[in-house]
């Protein structure tokens, strides 16, 4: 059962999906946080497949649009790291409201893997169990590395959406780094090993900080995992983590 569900906000309204399992009793919920970029349903439909995936093995799932980016309110320049990290504390308290969670797992992928660390950081005793796809512990030094064009009024241009100069100053700022560690609960890390957005020597520094986590790693996979059979793979890779 696929659930529309909005969240408001004092800046905003997010909207997502809920998929829950039509099954009677108390079951795991993923909270899922897309990347740079992306949106709810992620490249090449990465999110709403694994939804349905979790769906079909009695496992609930909550995704929903960042502020800025998909179909939540404001343009994609609205749009911080520390906003997305206020925000993604919101969908989490959301996640909480709901009766039939068992258990709550927070994922996130790229830069939606960084800011799950953050929200981890600090809300580790509501959270079961953390999920990393290729996370972004390097956002700041891709920003830095890059040479954006700019448009009049001083943002970045990407393609047709602008980045705003305050996400830059916002994440320089950033050390995605310290007190990660304080989140001693179960940590699966799953990265391809032909990413070339996020190099998976950021995942195996991850690795060296979480105390209880294991890394997996999928041969010529992509950084969004673009291929069936890596796909079938990494989610089943993923119930079983959720599910143990």
């Known amino acids: 059962m696929q659930i529309y569900k909005e969240l408001k906000t004092n800046e905003g309204i997010l909207r ?10 108390k079951m795991p ?3 899922m946080y897309h990347g740079f970029t992306g949106h709810k349903g992620e490249n090449a439909f990465l999110f709403t497949q694994f939804s349905r995936y979790l769906c079909d093995n009695n496992i609930a799932s909550l995704r929903f649009d960042f502020l800025g980016s998909g179909e939540s309110d404001h343009d994609f320049k609205y749009m911080t790291f520390s906003k997305e990290v206020e925000e993604a504390k919101a969908i989490l308290t959301l996640a909480k409201t709901f009766p039939f969670v068992r258990k709550i797992i927070v994922m996130g992928l790229s830069m939606g ?12 005793s509501e959270i079961d169990k953390l999920i990393l796809w ?7 030094e891709i920003i830095e590395n890059s040479h954006f064009s700019t ?5 970045c241009d990407l393609g047709g959406i602008e980045l705003s ?3 830059i100053d916002d994440i320089k700022e950033k050390d995605l780094w310290t ?3 304080q989140f001693k609960k179960p940590v699966s ?8 957005a996020v190099p998976l020597i950021i995942s195996e520094k991850y690795k060296e900080i979480y105390q209880n986590c294991k890394l997996h790693i999928y041969q010529n996979g992509t950084h969004t995992f673009t291929n069936v059979m890596i796909r079938n793979k990494l989610f089943a890779d993923n119930v079983k983590f959720i599910s143990d």
């Open 151 to 155: 448009s009049e009024n001083g943002n």
């Open 29 to 31: 919920l993923v909270v």
């Open 179 to 181: 007190g990660i560690d």
């Open 134 to 140: 290729a996370p972004a512990g390097n956002i700041r």
């Open 113 to 124: 893997g960084a800011v799950a660390t953050q929200v981890a950081k600090e809300r580790a």
């Open 165 to 167: 100069s305050l996400f």
């Open 16 to 25: 997502g999906y809920l998929h829950q399992p039509d099954i009677n009793g």
């Open 189 to 196: 890390i799953h990265h391809g090993s032909n990413d070339t």
